[in-house]
């Protein structure tokens, strides 16, 4: 099975994960650094509003010298704004006039604001709070003090931020879930089509596809099945040229063996004819005819054995495979072949009768003997030499190795040996199918077809069949 | 076969790589945008202070010698105090000692103040002078002179605009503000009016008050929780340069006939050398001085004067007329 490195899965669930965290930080961190402003903002107007409403509110009774009004001013401030820790009034000499404290006030209270940027930032332990100053009558009539509280603003800010992160987290997970089922929408498809496409066969059906679906996914899965069709397609006819191809190269064989045959033939009809005439001039010579009957029987049995060996080469068939004799079959392709050999090229085989039967169609078994012993007579055409064949059993399969000493190929010629129409032999000599058609064959078959080869040296053919039984 | 794997390895790690850059670029981007969100505003320091580290409030020590100048609320603190508070620093510095200005509640507090020695010297309103407390404990120093008037001043009948009304006689059964029940322009010629027609306010108007502050009375009219109100003109004058708005939705009604302008009076048993240091430190803020000016502007003065023969006589004459305005009940609600 053919698995994801990175799953679609994964992916969108870790970037789903980085992008939440990433700009969920970043708008937790704007939002809180824009509502602390804003709201800073608007305590920082209403801290100063308050004070400067003490400061109009306390002229009367700063001009009444009430300072029991001042006092009172100030706790009335306190009751409807509970965020008000003190408020204080000062005289224009910096001496405190009233206030929201008893007796005894904090020291940093004991004089009017130091002034500086307004308002100061205070902090007592966790309580932080804001000072702010307002002039009454421009300080001539002294000054006030009022400290607001930032709990309460803090507090709405750390609301804000709790509301935010929980909408951070709520969308997480529903993001995180929705991107699990789209991933997981989209992954089960996948593997479909994945599966489907390592369990075609070009002879098989197609396998079923998510072609209904109207996103990405249907459109690859509809583009995959169309290429199926096309490769079987083609497949088709592919199989129905190699079948030409078979047929042609079977009819250039029988040409190329026709002379030989021919030959092979005319030697034993030449004498069958000489015995009939010499019986026929005597036909009454009954010792004559027991002399020349067994003779003239050889020869017609001769020639019917060579005619039947190439009317099965010559039959047109499909693929039957059957249990085959190697060793009956090589003699066959031999008896076709060794007609072409050139005197002084001698032809050894050591294929032992008790080899197990390979499986093959018997016909297309000859036509690829017949073709690499074709080759190698052609190979040895100038040469004197052997060509050996020699077979074993390994295993479940058995092993022919055709060996000649003929010119042989150089390693351009080798790479390029199974291409179809590719040969080197004058015209009307070779088709340029032979080996091609008998490597299809040899893998239609089961079975394998390998070459080695060295310019000068000879070629050596090894041939891997599939016994019968494996 | 060896197609595909050789392009099942390849995809892969292409896609992984892709990525991976993604992941590396995001953060990269990453500690700039959280730099940029962590932007808090926290921008200025939090100084260190202590509510439980406190300390006794010094006791006010009193100045040695300070001069506690008065005022009745003819102009409300709001109005009135940043012109008195510059009479007062204005005066501090002529005196060279501290001017305290004290602001009372209402007028009669000015002249308790003055009868029991709380203030050495007070303005008051012209109509105080009416008060015995006032009159036996303290006597009038120096005049203001009013804008365009002198020591002249008037008071005035002021309605809302929107309310329809024309004439005094359209106040019946209409709410009325008074000032307060020391005012000349604000109690006493109103009721002088009633009184000419045989009316009193409690049967005439619907509802009387005291606001004991004239800008108050004004402000109540504009606004519209009283229809009318009588009030001081120049008080008027001020409140319409400064409020043109609120000016604009009211309407005078009437115009008193000339009164005596309100008066600076000192307690009587003050120290002469004290008492001819005030006046010529008052009179001195009309030598064209800067803060002198700034005084009288904000006071709406033009000037300070001494009380002359023709004011006392007027002021004496203004006494008969209270004097008349009791008799004839006119006093009573």
């Keep these: 099975m053919n698995r994801a490195a990175f799953p679609l899965r994964t992916r969108i669930l870790l970037l789903l994960l980085l992008g939440v965290v990433l700009f969920g930080t970043i708008n937790v961190g704007l939002f809180r650094s824009l509502m602390l402003r804003g709201l800073r903002a608007s305590l920082e107007a209403q801290g100063q509003a308050l004070a400067d409403l003490m400061a109009e509110e306390g002229i009367p009774y700063l001009l009444r010298r009430d300072f029991g009004g001042l006092s009172a001013l100030g706790d009335a401030l306190r009751q409807r704004h509970p965020e008000v820790l003190y408020v204080v009034f000062y005289d224009p000499q910096g001496a405190v006039e009233a206030g929201t404290f008893s007796t005894d006030l904090p020291v940093f209270l004991q004089r009017p604001s130091p002034g500086g940027p307004a308002p100061r930032r205070y902090r007592d332990g966790s309580l932080s709070f804001l000072d702010f100053s307002g002039q009454v009558l421009g300080g001539r009539l002294g000054s006030v003090r009022v400290g607001l509280s930032e709990a309460p603003y803090r507090k709405r800010v750390a609301l804000g931020q709790w509301v935010l992160l929980s909408m951070v987290f709520l969308f997480f997970i529903a993001g995180s879930a929705g991107a699990a089922f789209i991933a997981q929408d989209v992954h089960r498809d996948a593997l479909v089509l994945t599966q489907a496409v390592e369990a075609f066969r070009l002879d098989g059906p197609v396998p079923p596809l998510p072609v209904g679906r109207r996103d990405e996914i249907g459109a690859v899965a509809r583009a995959v099945a169309e290429m199926m069709e096309r490769l079987r397609k083609l497949h088709r006819e592919h199989l129905g040229l190699l079948e030409r191809f078979r047929e042609v190269d079977r009819m250039a064989s029988v040409g190329l063996v026709a002379s030989g045959l021919a030959h092979d033939i005319n030697n034993p009809l030449s004498g069958l004819l000489v015995s009939l005439e010499r019986l026929a001039r005597d036909p009454g010579n009954r010792e004559k005819a027991q002399a020349y009957l067994p003779t003239m029987m050889e020869a017609a049995r001769h020639i019917r054995e060579v005619l039947q060996n190439l009317l099965a080469y010559v039959r047109r068939q499909r693929y039957a495979e059957e249990p085959v004799s190697l060793a009956e079959a090589f003699g066959k392709a031999r008896l076709l072949v060794e007609p072409r050999l050139q005197p002084g090229v001698l032809l050894e085989t050591d294929i032992p009768e008790d080899l197990p039967p390979v499986r093959f169609d018997p016909s297309c078994l000859l036509q690829v003997l017949l073709n690499l012993l074709l080759n190698a007579a052609d190979a040895m055409e100038s040469k004197s030499g052997r060509i050996t064949a020699e077979a074993r059993r390994e295993g479940d399969r058995v092993r022919l190795v055709l060996t000649d000493e003929g010119e042989g190929m150089d390693e351009e010629l080798l790479a390029r040996a199974f291409e179809p129409f590719l040969t080197t032999k004058p015209p009307g000599k070779g088709t340029g199918l032979g080996l091609p058609t008998s490597l299809r064959m040899m893998k239609d078959h089961g079975g394998d077809l390998l070459l080695r080869s060295r310019p000068g040296e000879g070629t050596t053919a090894t041939l891997l069949f599939r016994t019968w039984e494996a | ?333």
């Design chain 2, 1 to 333: 076969m060896s197609v595909r794997r050789a392009a099942a390895g390849r995809v892969p790690a292409r896609t992984g790589g892709r990525a991976g850059t993604a992941i590396l670029r995001a953060g990269l981007l990453a500690p700039f945008l959280l730099a940029l969100a962590s932007c808090s505003g926290d921008a200025a320091p939090y100084e260190g202070v202590s509510f439980r580290e406190k300390a006794p409030v010094p006791k006010e020590t009193a100045p040695a010698k300070a001069v506690r100048l008065g005022m009745a609320p003819i102009l409300s603190a709001r109005a009135g105090g940043e012109g008195f508070t510059l009479l007062a620093e204005a005066l501090s510095r002529r005196l060279s000692v501290p001017v305290v200005p004290l602001l009372g509640t209402d007028y009669r507090e000015i002249n308790a103040m003055l009868a029991f020695g709380q203030v050495e010297a007070g303005i008051v309103c012209t109509g105080a002078l009416s008060d015995p407390q006032l009159t036996e404990r303290g006597e009038v120093l120096l005049v203001p002179l009013l804008r365009g008037t002198g020591t002249v001043y008037h008071g005035l009948i002021v309605a809302g605009k929107e309310s329809g009304l024309r004439k005094f006689e359209d106040l019946r059964s209409r709410s009325f503000l008074f000032t307060d029940p020391l005012s000349l322009t604000g109690y006493f010629y109103p009721l002088s009016l009633l009184c000419e027609q045989g009316k009193r306010p409690g049967s005439f108007f619907s509802s009387v008050g005291f606001s004991h502050s004239h800008d108050r009375s004004l402000e109540a009219v504009a606004g519209g929780s009283a229809d009318a109100a009588a009030v001081d003109e120049t008080v008027y004058e001020l409140w319409r340069r400064a409020f043109p708005d609120s000016a604009a939705r009211t309407r005078v009604l009437l115009r008193s006939a000339d009164f005596p302008s309100p008066p600076i009076v000192v307690r009587k048993d003050l120290p002469p050398a004290e008492r001819e240091a005030l006046r010529k430190a008052l009179l001195d803020l009309g030598s064209g001085r800067a803060d002198g000016r700034a005084v009288l502007e904000a006071m709406g003065w033009t000037g300070i004067a001494e009380a002359d023969a023709d004011y006392l006589r007027r002021v004496e004459e203004l006494r008969r007329f209270y004097r008349n305005l009791h008799e004839q009940g006119c006093l009573s609600p």
